[in-house]
């Protein structure tokens, strides 16, 4: 039988660290770029260009060209081959096709060697941005308070309650935590990511605790560090099915499904693993710390 609870004071620090590291890089890049999260066109609103190049274009090159054609502040994007290549400008145009040949022909005009194509193109306004920032940051809260009930109304203890909260607080704080680190796009994908998260999370959660009230009525001699060190590996063998089955799928989707599906499968894969993490390393500590008073 493995001491899981062996290293919770370890993971408990560890975790801890890294939100709070988060929290310095989300402060930092605040004071130095005005701003935190890089936020896909989704949220932010402008015009997003999809361009392909008979030969291969550096994204500061292109950047350079579009900032001297009238575009600052351009976002550039490569792609999986160095041909294509993504753009974002904060401009917003109803013709966004209009808007892209545009910006082919100034590219054209600055490398005529070099064939330039449109592959794609979208634009989104600022209010339909915004709007959709806040409504996704509802439905997290939504999907929050909501599981929250429901642990209240499932095991109607202080001590469980708070081991899930703490739980589901630090799942989406640490998936989001290492996109700032790795400064990648916060996309309606990905807060989708967070949602399924949640929900996958807490499910872990609820079996392993499930397991845990059992083992408190069956095992009244053994402490509670046994209690709960037995709940978890006798749950263990579904949690590792579960992880490694969905993991392997996730994997599949970010080797071979392209840029397209990268950010996503990376947030569900990081996901997978702190949701299984947190259950184990976080929601049962604190549930344990409480226990007594929620007894």
């Known amino acids: 039988m493995i001491n899981f609870l062996k290293y919770r004071l370890v993971c408990g620090i560890l975790s801890s660290l890294f939100l709070v590291a988060s929290l310095g890089v989300y402060i930092y890049k605040w004071q130095t770029r005005g701003e935190t999260f890089r936020y896909s066109i989704d949220f932010t609103g402008g015009t997003q260009v999809m361009l392909k190049f008979d030969k291969p274009v550096s994204p500061s090159q292109l950047k350079d060209i579009l900032e001297k054609n009238g575009w600052k502040n351009a976002i550039t994007r490569e792609f999986s081959t160095p041909e294509e290549i993504l753009v974002r400008v904060s401009e917003f145009s109803n013709d966004s096709k209009g808007l892209a040949e545009r910006m082919r022909q100034a590219v054209q005009a600055e490398i005529p060697d070099n064939n330039v194509v449109i592959l794609g193109s979208e634009a989104v306004g600022p209010g339909v941005g915004a709007t959709l ?7 997290v809260l939504i999907a929050l308070i909501a599981i929250l009930i429901y642990i209240a109304i499932r095991f109607w203890s202080f001590a469980f309650a708070m081991g899930a909260i703490v739980a589901l607080i630090h799942d989406p704080l640490a998936i989001l935590g290492i996109f700032l680190m790795l400064d990648y796009e916060i996309s309606i994908n990905v807060i989708g990511v967070i949602l399924a998260v949640i929900g996958y999370s807490i499910n872990d959660t609820i079996v392993i605790f499930s397991r845990i009230r059992e083992n408190l009525h069956k095992m009244k001699d053994a402490t509670l560090h046994e209690v709960v060190n037995v709940s978890i590996n ?18 599949a989707m970010l080797i071979f499904g392209g840029e397209a599906l990268h950010d996503f499968s990376l947030a569900l894969l990081i996901g997978i693993a702190i949701g299984a993490y947190s259950s184990i390393y976080i929601a049962s500590p604190v549930m344990m710390a409480l226990y007594k008073e929620g007894k």
């Not at 920032?133 to 439905?139: H, P, Q």
């Not at 006798?234 to 994997?251: D, E, G, N, P």
């Open 234 to 251: 006798k749950t263990l063998r579904r949690t590792v099915l579960t992880v490694v089955a969905t993991a392997l799928s996730v994997l």
């Open 133 to 139: 920032r806040w409504n996704f940051m509802l439905a």
